[in-house]
């Protein structure tokens, strides 16, 4: 899950990876073309979340709201 943060604050968004270790999202976000770039530089902290996390993407359709 990425996204970004919709004020102008130093932090300018956020990912989530379901990884087993900080190495693991280090070479994830090292493919970031801003990262490489220079432009954004990425803090890895370990989060625990719940498991039900990983269902979002499955259940997202029956919870969004429908175009009329």
């Not at 604050?9 to 801003?34: M, N």
């Not at 990425?42 to 709201?65: C, D, F, Q, R």
Request: hydrophobic share 50%; aromatic share 8%; net charge negative.
């Amino acid at each position: 899950m990425a996204g970004p943060f919709l004020t102008d604050g130093e932090l300018r968004g956020i990912y989530i990876f379901d990884v087993e270790t900080i190495e693991q999202a280090q070479q994830l976000t090292a493919t970031d073309p801003a990262i490489k770039a220079g432009s954004l530089v990425m803090e890895l902290v370990p989060w625990y979340g719940s498991a039900a996390l990983m269902e979002v993407n499955a259940i997202h359709n029956t919870l969004a709201k429908t175009l009329m």
